[in-house]
């Protein structure tokens, strides 16, 4: 039998470190519940330099330590303080070094600001099913506003920041606050009657709606269906410029344009007047540029025309017209026939005398050699012979010269050949 002592043997139980029960219970606990909302008053909230966040979430009877991370706290679109009453969405954890049980909260927002946020959207999403912020419904800005109204509380910090920029980028603007509240119940109303009013009248070149940063519930009079219809209905374009960078309000969308701020919208509007200047000096040199170009190309232009009118005036032409009249009639006359007849006899005539000198010059130089001819056959023909007293001796009926006796045939007839003329012979018997 077993004593006490074995029945709870070291080896036979289960025996968990801190750290291992706590990491248990932490699993269990964010495997069970998903992210839940909570709804509490903040106490002991402290923000240290990580950015974190730290406080507890309590009511009448108990309270939750939480933590939410820079990553998420930078999100906030109010500041948190302690007796706020907010709703909360997070996950539920341990914290293992100390096992406590806290909440790792996601996202936070004031109470009743949930509430807003649903009306936001729904408002959104039927006013832009109906057209309201269609973009082929923005109006341009002008390139230079002159007169802008700016229609915010004269007292708020938006006010300062949009005279500041204007002041120092553009001091020409001429800027007119228009005063309403821009918080509370009231508020819509009297920014739509200021609104008409200064569309009605005309005398500004844009209009900028706008105000500081400030909580959901803070910003809710620029939420108002009326004023975004106020909005499109103005004559004159309208800049909004509500809250921080992070905040979007219904007149937002309604407007011909956005601005992240104050700041930014009084950027937008105006121009940077150094800048403007550079331009203005960079225009105004080109211009100059183009001009004594213009004017150079202009000159030589006038130059030429009255270069051409000194060529062509009307002496001029009436001169070159008769000396034009004079080469057509001269080249008329020498085409006429009685002209070109006259021309060709000339030059038949010409022809005549050249022919004749040509040919007697040739009948000339034929003689010439026609007579050496006869000379040189003179000096070898036998006709020179006979001069000198011989005679030629030729057969009557052949004509072959007799050279010897023996070709001379008995009673042969013969021929001789004198000087002037042929005796006739015949041999004779001895």
Not at 306 to 311: D, Q
Request: proline share 5%; with cysteine.
């Amino acid at each position: 039998m077993n004593s006490p002592s074995d029945l709870f043997s070291h080896e036979q139980r289960d025996v968990y470190s801190p750290s291992a029960l706590v990491r248990m219970a932490r699993d269990v606990l964010e495997d069970t519940f998903p992210l839940i909302w909570v709804e509490g008053e903040i106490s002991n909230f402290s923000r240290p330099a990580s950015g974190h966040a730290y406080f507890s979430l309590k009511d009448a009877h108990a309270q939750i330590r939480c933590a939410m991370f820079k990553s998420r706290s930078i999100l906030l679109r109010f500041k948190p303080a302690d007796g706020m009453r907010v709703l909360a969405r997070a996950r539920v954890s341990l914290y293992e070094a100390r096992g406590e049980f806290q909440l790792i909260v996601e996202h936070m927002e004031p109470t009743g600001e949930g509430a807003l946020l649903r009306a936001f959207e729904q408002l959104k999403t039927r006013l832009a099913a109906e057209g309201l912020f269609a973009a082929n419904l923005k109006r341009a800005l002008p390139k230079i506003a002159r007169r802008i109204g700016v229609i915010t509380s004269p007292t708020g910090a938006a006010i300062r920041d949009v005279l500041s920029v204007i002041r120092r980028r553009f001091p020409l603007a001429d800027v007119e606050i228009l005063p309403v509240p821009v918080q509370g119940r009231d508020a819509p109303a009297a920014i739509i009657a200021v609104l008409d009013s200064a569309s009605k009248m005309r005398r500004h070149d844009v209009l900028l709606l706008t105000r500081g940063g400030g909580s959901l519930e803070d910003l809710w009079a620029f939420n108002d269906e009326a004023l975004a219809r106020a909005i499109r209905s103005s004559t004159i374009p309208v800049v909004s410029a509500v809250g921080h960078e992070i905040d979007f309000t219904i007149a937002d969308f309604a407007a011909d344009l956005r601005a992240p701020t104050p700041s930014a919208a009084a950027e937008l509007l105006v121009p940077d007047a150094l800048e403007l200047l550079r331009t203005l000096r960079y225009q105004r040199d080109r211009l100059q540029r183009r001009t004594v170009h213009r004017l150079h190309v202009l000159a030589q232009r006038v130059d030429h025309v009255l270069a051409r009118l000194r060529t062509q005036h009307p002496r001029q032409r009436l001169r070159a017209g008769r000396d034009r009249l004079a080469q057509l009639q001269a080249r008329l006359s020498a085409q006429h026939p009685a002209v070109a007849l006259a021309r060709r006899r000339e030059r038949l005539r010409a022809l005549d005398r050249h022919a004749r000198t040509t040919t007697a010059r040739r009948l000339e130089a034929r003689a010439l050699r026609l007579g050496a001819l006869a000379r040189a056959l003179n000096t070898v023909s036998p006709l020179a012979t006979l001069e000198r007293g011989y005679t030629i001796l030729t057969e009557r009926d052949g004509g072959r010269v007799v050279r010897t006796i023996a070709q001379a045939k008995m009673h042969s007839r013969f021929l001789a050949r004198l000087t002037d003329g042929e005796l006739p012979l015949k041999r004779d018997p001895e």
